[in-house]
């Protein structure tokens, strides 16, 4: 038995002596009780142990000290990083105290926790949002002043945490501050990826992907945990054997070769107007064994390190390319070292308060951020009845109430699914455990259902294929007392599609809706501070911050011409600063006068930056067939593209290759006088986005109708004053619901229409648009580059039969486009639809959906640090 399974598998019996034993083993720290420690070492804790001020001479003593010790530098040889390392060590010393102080509430009053896992955990940088968030910022500000800094450049020195793709990501990231500002019980649970996803290049037009080594230098926001580490078990065998009580029981057995351990990084999350400061908990791969001496001695080199290789392998790359078989092991081996980690801790900490299993859903709430944790469900099940000894149907039990699953996509092709045989060889004991699992929900599907095989393969967590596949989004609904969406369509379209055999066999009471909400902290107040000033100033208090719908109170500031004036001077410092940033970072001129339509998310072909170009091809054809003199009259507009392409998706990797290609003909073209440029900003992430959002006038969210689950981009948006130009899909449909008909430009078929739109292509031969036909023949032409580059491009459409309904959009959307023309020509009332925008967001707010989830699934409480 491994040292995960002698940890855990402890009887819950034991006593005392027993429970402190299993903490020092999994730990290396033992639990000590408050009355074991004499009263004198708690008065040195108290008096010595209260943390650091935060006025700015305090900043300024605990600046020079890291510089001098944590760095051993001195003031003649400190640059901006240096300073930045400095000032983010300064601060990281008040967050931990914070951290202790909400870990010891935590403690003291033992409540529910939940626990948060996601594969990803989008935190863009860490230091302006800790200032703010812990209301240092001016202080600070005028601290490194006064050292020879200025704020600015130290923030700019940071490098964004790579360690999340894209929307499920920084999701989860605002989740975690409003966890945190709300004061509930919670952890994320994450990987620490070595490298990330990929830094973004352009070569000649194309993506090329390279290493972001963003963890080569010092990052002061993780505190390394090498006390805390678990060994992860894979592959080997599974001995079945009697007990002492005559039950039959399972043991999983493995190589110390096939052991790896998971060491624990800390990230402490403060919250904001508050004490508290939670924490994700990220786990890094390191090998049982390090280095094997013998085989150095013979002179196999390679082979000496082999090991430790393959065990850093697995925390290496966020996403490893699954286009092959081994890039699939790993993913799956990936997953499996999260979860596994994950519920040894969670497991270690309930089992500290000596209560019985069955509290252990009272105790413990554990949310699946899409299937990548899928595996927790299994693994949970495994303890209790492998380790702890608990009957099956009891153990099962404990698992439905613990465990609840978002779902965050409604395409069937992205539902992840894992060989069987792979799952068998890496997890023998798992594949025994779904198959069971399987077994005992479809006899009981049958006992409801007994005539309906068709519904038994349907709800199979099996898909009997060859090979046969284990389906996540399937036992994660059945091994899950609640399953959500998370916009109101998403989750109705759920219901009534991929889902909707699970509706009729449990009912509609399992199946819910969270429309997704952003933080205001960070993509208003952090990333707009002129705009988010003038707000603070025109409601009187800062209170909006934690509490978005007060910002209905701007509605009765539309009207005053001062307000708007400063408004657009907000606006227009925006748009500045975005133009500076682009000509920095690609080289192009762009003007902050002119229209900024800006689409930015991750590349693919539902999201249509593809129909993007296309318009901006018809648009650059249509000025070119006018005059100048009518040129004149047409609002000048500049198109941004930003996002990356996964390294294996070709499709998408030659849209942003023909975005460049167009961008560099219109770029070029004199003749039509900078009424059109195109940019594509390269390495798209957090922090560009802070400065993209609060710019654009426009920002395009045009998924096929149906495909898009919720989206966040299109909330930050139309927070920071931005008008969206959108189909009626994902959460465009409850922003519409909010802002109102004239602050929208909405176009396009309905999610209901597509079923049919897509059959008439396929078997119809239905007609592509003209207009589109005539952009197709413009880049078949040469125009815009090598054609046969785009040829598979173009296909999509052609002989694709248009899956994603380009051309039955095509022209509804040149319509829309038409119309936010003309809607910016009365600058004047376009100022107040950006102001009624932000004015009608505050449903939006991940405040107002985290507190869906702790009230309607994990029924969990706040619990406020206390003050010290």
Known sequence: MSNADSTVGVSTNAKTKNAKARVRTLTGIPKIEMSEIPKETLALWEKYGVGEADDKESFQKSFIRHVTTTLARSVYNIDNFSAYQATAHTVRDRLIKRWNDTQQAHTEVDPKRVYYLSLEFLLGRSLDNALLNLGLKENYGEGVKELGFRMEDILDEEVDAALGNGGLGRLAACYMDSLATLDYPAW????????????????????????????????????????????????????????????????????????????????????????????????????????????????????????????????????????????????????????????????????????????????????????????????????????????????????????????????????????????????????????????????????????????????????????????????????????????????????????????????????DNKTNGITPRRWLHQANPKLSELITEALGSKNWLKNLELLKGLKSHVDKVDFRKRWVTAKHSNKVRLAEYIKKSTGIIVNPNALFDVQVKRIHEYKRQFMNILGVIHRYNALKKLTSQERADIVPRVVIFGGKAAPGYYIAKLVIKLINSVADVINNDNSIEDTLKVVFIPDYNVSVAEIIIPASDISQHISTAGTEASGTSNMKFVLNGGLILGTVDGANIEIHEEIGDDNIFMFGNLADQVDDLRHAHRYRNIPIDPSLQAVINDIESGHFGDSRIFAPLINTITHGKDYYLISDDFQSYLDAQKLVDEAYKDKEEWTKKSILCSANMGKFSSDRAIQEYAEQIWNIDPVPAKRS
């Open 188 to 511: 994320g649970y994450g990987l620490r990826y070595t490298y990330g996803i990929f830094q973004q290049r352009l070569k000649d037009g194309f993506q090329v992907e390279l290493p972001d080594y963003w963890l080569n230098f010092d990052n002061p926001w993780e505190l390394p945990r090498l006390d805390v580490t678990i060994d992860v078990k894979f592959c080997g065998t599974v001995n079945r054997y009697t007990d002492e009580t005559g039950k039959v029981r399972h043991v999983w057995v493995n190589e110390d070769k096939d052991t790896v351990q998971a060491v624990a990084y800390d990230v402490p999350i403060p919250g904001y107007g508050t004490k508290n400061c939670i924490n994700i908990r990220l786990w890094s791969s390191k090998p049982k064994r390090k280095f094997n001496l013998k085989r150095f001695n013979e002179g196999q080199y390679e082979q000496a390190v082999q090991e430790q290789m393959e065990a850093e392998n697995i925390t290496a790359v966020l996403y490893p390319n699954d286009n092959h078989m081994v890039g699939k092991e790993l993913r799956l081996k990936q997953q499996y070292f999260w979860v596994s980690a994950s519920l040894s801790d969670i497991v270690r900490r309930f089992k500290k308060s000596s209560k019985p299993w069955d509290e252990f859903s009272y105790q413990v709430a554990i949310q699946l951020n899409d299937t990548h944790p899928t595996l927790a469900i299994v693994e949970l099940q495994r303890i209790l009845v492998d380790l702890e000894g608990i009957d099956w149907d009891e153990a099962w039990k404990i698992v439905t109430n613990t465990f609840a699953f978002t779902n965050h996509t409604i395409l069937p092709e992205a539902m992840e699914r894992w060989p069987v045989p792979m799952v068998q060889y890496l997890l023998p004991r798992h594949m025994q455990i779904i198959f069971d699992i399987n077994l005992f929900f479809l006899q009981a599907v049958e006992r409801a259902y007994p005539d309906d095989r068709e519904l038994l393969a349907k709800l199979s967590i099996i898909e009997e294929s060859t090979p046969q596949f284990v389906r996540m989004a399937h036992l994660a609904i059945v091994g899950s007392h609640r399953v959500n969406g998370v916009a109101a369509l998403h989750s109705e379209l759920l219901k009534k599609t991929i889902f909707k055999d699970f509706v009729r066999y449990y009912g509609d009471e399992k199946f």
